[in-house]
Protein backbone atom coordinates (compact mmCIF):
# COMPACT_ATOMS: atom_id res chain seq x y z
CA UNK A 1 0.00 0.00 0.00
CA UNK A 2 1.61 2.91 -0.96
CA UNK A 3 2.34 5.45 1.84
CA UNK A 4 4.39 7.59 3.44
CA UNK A 5 4.51 7.43 7.04
CA UNK A 6 5.78 9.77 9.69
CA UNK A 7 6.39 8.74 13.21
CA UNK A 8 6.81 11.27 15.72
CA UNK A 9 8.25 9.88 19.42
CA UNK A 10 8.90 11.04 22.76
CA UNK A 11 12.98 10.51 22.60
CA UNK A 12 16.01 9.26 20.82
CA UNK A 13 16.36 6.29 21.89
CA UNK A 14 12.99 5.22 20.90
CA UNK A 15 13.65 6.71 17.43
CA UNK A 16 16.35 3.90 17.34
CA UNK A 17 14.26 1.12 18.81
CA UNK A 18 11.46 1.58 16.58
CA UNK A 19 13.55 1.86 13.52
CA UNK A 20 15.23 -1.34 14.57
CA UNK A 21 12.61 -3.23 15.22
CA UNK A 22 11.54 -2.18 11.35
CA UNK A 23 14.86 -3.65 10.37
CA UNK A 24 14.47 -6.31 12.29
CA UNK A 25 10.82 -7.58 10.62
CA UNK A 26 12.34 -7.45 6.99
CA UNK A 27 15.16 -9.03 7.89
CA UNK A 28 12.82 -11.94 9.66
CA UNK A 29 10.65 -12.37 6.70
CA UNK A 30 13.82 -12.41 4.40
CA UNK A 31 17.06 -13.49 6.17
CA UNK A 32 19.34 -12.87 3.36
CA UNK A 33 17.71 -9.20 2.93
CA UNK A 34 19.36 -6.77 1.35
CA UNK A 35 19.83 -3.53 3.84
CA UNK A 36 21.01 -0.20 2.67
CA UNK A 37 23.34 1.28 5.46
CA UNK A 38 23.53 4.83 6.23
CA UNK A 39 26.46 6.18 8.12
CA UNK A 40 26.49 9.62 10.33
CA UNK A 41 24.76 9.25 13.72
CA UNK A 42 21.04 9.16 12.98
CA UNK A 43 21.29 5.20 12.61
CA UNK A 44 23.38 4.41 15.23
CA UNK A 45 20.83 3.97 17.68
CA UNK A 46 19.57 1.38 14.85
CA UNK A 47 22.65 -0.71 14.43
CA UNK A 48 23.67 -0.78 18.40
CA UNK A 49 20.02 -2.53 19.13
CA UNK A 50 20.17 -4.69 16.36
CA UNK A 51 23.51 -5.44 17.45
CA UNK A 52 21.60 -6.40 21.09
CA UNK A 53 19.05 -8.32 19.24
CA UNK A 54 22.04 -10.52 17.86
CA UNK A 55 23.22 -10.99 21.08
CA UNK A 56 20.43 -12.14 22.91
CA UNK A 57 19.41 -14.70 20.16
CA UNK A 58 16.05 -12.90 19.45
CA UNK A 59 17.92 -11.82 15.27
CA UNK A 60 19.79 -13.76 13.12
CA UNK A 61 21.10 -11.77 10.67
CA UNK A 62 24.50 -13.45 9.43
CA UNK A 63 22.88 -13.90 5.65
CA UNK A 64 22.00 -9.91 5.82
CA UNK A 65 23.52 -8.38 2.80
CA UNK A 66 24.44 -5.08 3.09
CA UNK A 67 25.12 -1.99 1.00
CA UNK A 68 26.53 1.13 2.18
CA UNK A 69 25.23 4.18 0.80
CA UNK A 70 28.12 6.56 0.46
CA UNK A 71 31.85 6.57 0.81
CA UNK A 72 34.36 9.42 1.33
CA UNK A 73 37.02 10.14 -1.74
CA UNK A 74 40.56 10.19 -1.08
CA UNK A 75 40.97 8.72 2.58
CA UNK A 76 42.18 5.09 2.90
CA UNK A 77 39.49 2.52 3.24
CA UNK A 78 41.12 1.53 6.73
CA UNK A 79 40.92 5.44 7.86
CA UNK A 80 39.00 4.82 11.20
CA UNK A 81 36.12 7.45 9.92
CA UNK A 82 36.12 5.70 6.23
CA UNK A 83 32.67 4.84 6.04
CA UNK A 84 34.19 1.39 5.03
CA UNK A 85 35.24 1.13 8.74
CA UNK A 86 32.61 2.76 9.94
CA UNK A 87 30.51 0.22 8.43
CA UNK A 88 32.90 -2.73 10.10
CA UNK A 89 32.78 -1.30 13.62
CA UNK A 90 29.15 -0.38 14.08
CA UNK A 91 27.50 -3.41 11.80
CA UNK A 92 29.73 -5.59 10.14
CA UNK A 93 31.55 -6.97 13.07
CA UNK A 94 28.73 -6.37 15.63
CA UNK A 95 25.72 -7.92 13.94
CA UNK A 96 27.63 -10.61 12.14
CA UNK A 97 27.51 -9.80 8.60
CA UNK A 98 29.82 -11.79 6.13
CA UNK A 99 32.18 -8.95 5.42
CA UNK A 100 32.64 -10.72 2.02
CA UNK A 101 28.53 -9.53 1.91
CA UNK A 102 29.05 -5.83 2.50
CA UNK A 103 29.22 -3.88 0.00
CA UNK A 104 31.04 -0.19 0.19
CA UNK A 105 31.92 2.71 -2.83
CA UNK A 106 35.63 2.63 -3.63
CA UNK A 107 36.63 5.98 -2.73
CA UNK A 108 40.17 5.40 -3.49
CA UNK A 109 39.34 3.67 -7.23
CA UNK A 110 41.99 5.12 -9.73
CA UNK A 111 39.18 5.39 -12.60
CA UNK A 112 36.27 7.03 -10.52
CA UNK A 113 33.27 6.30 -13.31
CA UNK A 114 34.08 2.76 -13.36
CA UNK A 115 34.25 2.14 -9.68
CA UNK A 116 30.14 4.20 -9.46
CA UNK A 117 29.35 1.82 -12.62
CA UNK A 118 30.98 -0.96 -10.59
CA UNK A 119 28.89 -0.06 -7.60
CA UNK A 120 25.10 0.26 -9.40
CA UNK A 121 26.26 -2.98 -10.95
CA UNK A 122 26.75 -4.73 -7.80
CA UNK A 123 23.34 -3.62 -5.90
CA UNK A 124 21.57 -4.83 -9.62
CA UNK A 125 23.26 -8.02 -9.13
CA UNK A 126 22.03 -8.13 -5.56
CA UNK A 127 18.79 -7.37 -6.75
CA UNK A 128 18.03 -4.08 -5.52
CA UNK A 129 17.64 -3.00 -2.23
CA UNK A 130 15.00 -4.27 0.15
CA UNK A 131 15.10 -1.46 2.80
CA UNK A 132 17.41 1.68 3.10
CA UNK A 133 18.22 3.07 5.95
CA UNK A 134 18.59 6.74 5.74
CA UNK A 135 19.46 10.08 8.06
CA UNK A 136 19.32 13.73 6.46
CA UNK A 137 21.64 16.25 6.13
CA UNK A 138 20.83 19.56 7.85
CA UNK A 139 20.97 21.18 4.89
CA UNK A 140 18.60 18.18 3.28
CA UNK A 141 20.94 15.92 2.14
CA UNK A 142 20.31 12.27 2.44
CA UNK A 143 23.26 9.58 1.27
CA UNK A 144 25.71 12.68 0.33
CA UNK A 145 23.22 13.94 -2.75
CA UNK A 146 23.56 18.06 -1.61
CA UNK A 147 21.12 20.51 -2.69
CA UNK A 148 20.31 20.50 -6.10
CA UNK A 149 21.37 16.97 -7.12
CA UNK A 150 19.82 15.61 -9.48
CA UNK A 151 16.28 13.31 -9.13
CA UNK A 152 17.62 10.71 -11.47
CA UNK A 153 21.01 10.56 -10.06
CA UNK A 154 22.95 7.44 -10.19
CA UNK A 155 26.24 6.91 -8.14
CA UNK A 156 28.95 9.71 -8.60
CA UNK A 157 31.49 11.81 -7.00
CA UNK A 158 30.09 14.69 -5.16
CA UNK A 159 32.01 17.81 -3.99
CA UNK A 160 30.79 17.92 -0.26
CA UNK A 161 28.96 21.39 0.42
CA UNK A 162 31.02 23.41 2.93
CA UNK A 163 28.06 22.91 5.56
CA UNK A 164 28.88 19.21 5.32
CA UNK A 165 32.33 19.56 5.79
CA UNK A 166 31.48 21.65 9.00
CA UNK A 167 28.81 19.10 10.32
CA UNK A 168 31.31 15.96 9.65
CA UNK A 169 34.17 17.76 11.29
CA UNK A 170 33.98 16.17 14.60
CA UNK A 171 34.76 13.14 13.43
CA UNK A 172 38.43 14.37 12.35
CA UNK A 173 41.00 15.72 14.17
CA UNK A 174 41.68 18.63 12.10
CA UNK A 175 38.50 20.12 9.96
CA UNK A 176 41.28 20.69 6.92
CA UNK A 177 40.86 16.44 7.09
CA UNK A 178 37.59 16.14 6.11
CA UNK A 179 37.15 15.21 2.42
CA UNK A 180 36.16 17.63 -0.52
CA UNK A 181 34.71 14.49 -2.27
CA UNK A 182 33.06 11.27 -2.25
CA UNK A 183 31.32 8.97 -3.59
CA UNK A 184 27.35 8.39 -3.12
CA UNK A 185 24.53 6.34 -4.34
CA UNK A 186 22.42 9.25 -6.28
CA UNK A 187 19.08 9.77 -5.85
CA UNK A 188 17.79 7.58 -8.72
CA UNK A 189 19.63 4.71 -6.81
CA UNK A 190 18.47 5.52 -3.72
CA UNK A 191 14.60 5.64 -5.05
CA UNK A 192 14.81 2.07 -6.54
CA UNK A 193 14.98 0.46 -2.97
CA UNK A 194 11.50 -1.07 -2.24
CA UNK A 195 11.58 0.60 1.10
CA UNK A 196 12.66 3.70 2.96
CA UNK A 197 13.44 4.39 6.72
CA UNK A 198 15.04 7.60 7.04
CA UNK A 199 15.40 8.54 11.22
CA UNK A 200 16.30 11.67 12.56
CA UNK A 201 16.85 13.07 15.79
CA UNK A 202 17.45 16.53 17.36
CA UNK A 203 16.58 20.49 17.19
CA UNK A 204 19.67 20.56 13.74
CA UNK A 205 17.42 18.45 11.70
CA UNK A 206 13.70 19.93 12.16
CA UNK A 207 13.65 22.82 9.23
CA UNK A 208 15.84 19.49 7.32
CA UNK A 209 12.61 17.57 7.87
CA UNK A 210 9.81 19.56 7.82
CA UNK A 211 10.96 20.83 4.45
CA UNK A 212 11.80 17.26 3.24
CA UNK A 213 8.31 16.10 4.91
CA UNK A 214 6.34 19.38 4.28
CA UNK A 215 7.78 21.28 1.38
CA UNK A 216 7.49 21.13 -1.98
CA UNK A 217 9.76 18.59 -3.95
CA UNK A 218 12.41 20.14 -5.37
CA UNK A 219 15.97 19.25 -5.61
CA UNK A 220 17.40 22.25 -3.05
CA UNK A 221 16.01 19.45 -0.49
CA UNK A 222 17.37 16.54 -1.93
CA UNK A 223 14.96 14.65 1.09
CA UNK A 224 12.07 15.82 -0.28
CA UNK A 225 12.06 13.33 -3.00
CA UNK A 226 10.76 10.88 -0.40
CA UNK A 227 7.84 12.37 -0.99
CA UNK A 228 7.54 10.45 -4.36
CA UNK A 229 8.69 7.11 -2.82
CA UNK A 230 5.79 4.46 -2.52
CA UNK A 231 6.90 3.11 1.07
CA UNK A 232 8.95 5.75 2.87
CA UNK A 233 8.93 6.01 6.36
CA UNK A 234 10.09 8.87 8.70
CA UNK A 235 11.41 8.01 12.33
CA UNK A 236 11.63 10.80 14.43
CA UNK A 237 12.00 12.73 17.96
CA UNK A 238 10.04 15.22 19.21
CA UNK A 239 12.74 18.05 18.31
CA UNK A 240 13.54 16.75 14.71
CA UNK A 241 9.55 17.45 14.26
CA UNK A 242 9.28 20.65 16.07
CA UNK A 243 9.31 22.59 12.00
CA UNK A 244 6.26 20.43 11.47
CA UNK A 245 2.74 21.63 10.80
CA UNK A 246 0.90 18.73 10.94
CA UNK A 247 2.56 17.16 14.39
CA UNK A 248 -1.05 16.27 15.41
CA UNK A 249 -1.83 14.89 12.52
CA UNK A 250 0.80 12.80 12.40
CA UNK A 251 0.82 11.87 15.96
CA UNK A 252 -2.79 11.17 15.64
CA UNK A 253 -2.64 8.83 13.38
CA UNK A 254 -0.45 7.27 14.68
CA UNK A 255 -1.90 6.61 17.80
CA UNK A 256 -5.23 4.96 15.66
CA UNK A 257 -3.25 2.61 12.96
CA UNK A 258 -4.97 -0.25 13.17
CA UNK A 259 -2.84 -3.23 15.04
CA UNK A 260 -2.29 -5.34 11.94
CA UNK A 261 -0.50 -2.32 9.71
CA UNK A 262 2.21 -1.79 12.74
CA UNK A 263 5.77 -3.05 12.39
C1 LIG B 1 26.32 12.27 6.53
C2 LIG B 1 26.08 11.05 5.64
C3 LIG B 1 24.60 10.81 5.48
C4 LIG B 1 23.95 11.16 6.79
C5 LIG B 1 23.98 12.65 7.02
C6 LIG B 1 23.53 13.08 8.39
O1 LIG B 1 27.45 12.95 6.29
N1 LIG B 1 26.72 10.99 4.38
O2 LIG B 1 24.36 9.48 5.05
O3 LIG B 1 22.62 10.73 6.81
O4 LIG B 1 25.23 13.16 6.65
O5 LIG B 1 24.51 12.81 9.33
P1 LIG B 1 24.25 12.63 10.88
O6 LIG B 1 23.38 11.42 11.02
O7 LIG B 1 25.61 12.40 11.48
O8 LIG B 1 23.60 13.85 11.35
Same mark, same amino acid.
Given at each position: ?????????????????????????????????????????????????????????????????????????????????????????????????? =? +????????? $? #??????? /? &???????????????????????????????????????????????????????????????????????????????????????????????????????? =? +????????? $? #??????? /? &???????????????????????
Amino acid at each position: MPAMEIIILPTPAEVGRLAARKIAQVVTRRPEAVVGLATGSSPMAIYAELAAQVRSGTLDARRVRGVALDEYVGIPAEHPESYRSVITRQVTEPLGLD =P +GNVFVPDGR $A #TDIPAAC /A &AYEAAIRGLGGVDIQILGIGANGHIGFNEPTSSFASRTRIKTLAPQTRADNARFFADPDEVPTHCLTQGLGTIMDAHELLLVAQGEAKAAAIAAAVEGPVTSIC =P +GSILQFHPE $A #TVVIDET /A &AADLQLVDYYKHTYANKPDWQRF
